[in-house]
Nanobody, 123 residues
Framework: VQLQASGGGLVQAGGSLRLSCSGS???????MAWFRQAPGKDREFVTV????????YYIDSVKDRFTISRDNAKKTVYLQMNSLKPEDTGVYYC??????????????????WGQGTLVTVSS
């Protein structure tokens, strides 16, 4: 599946952004995740949602601030980010996998990736 991420930008700490990731093909078969990569750091898993939107998983640092959702009719997954902090700064990538699991997978099992969208949170 081809993925296209969008919605990044510059926001002050405490602000909000909504990222979108548009897909193609049999998008509904994929569990969809968001990763982020801060400057000079490894790519980090953030959250995942199951193919039907029923199950989600978040890393502790974004729980209660970020919400992942999807609309299979529109072949789109979203990441609503509230109460943003400077440490949330990075390039955000969406990724898909046909492996259906409620927990994060090793990076290489996410077979399809979007191009990334930059989120910058100023203090």
């Amino acid at each position: 599946v081809q993925l296209q991420a969008s919605g990044g930008g510059l926001v002050q700490a405490g602000g909000s952004l909504r990222l979108s990731c548009s897909g193609s093909g049999d998008f509904f078969r994929y569990a969809m995740a968001w990763f982020r990569q801060a400057p000079g750091k490894d790519r980090e898993f953030v959250t995942v949602i199951s193919w039907n939107g029923v199950t989600t998983y978040y890393i502790d640092s974004v729980k209660d601030r970020f919400t992942i959702s999807r609309d299979n009719a529109k072949k789109t997954v979203y990441l609503q980010m509230n109460s943003l902090k400077p440490e949330d700064t990075g390039v955000y990538y969406c990724a898909g996998t046909r492996v259906q699991t409620p927990t994060p997978l090793p990076l290489h099992l996410y077979t399809d990736w979007g191009q990334g969208t930059l989120v910058t949170v100023s203090s």
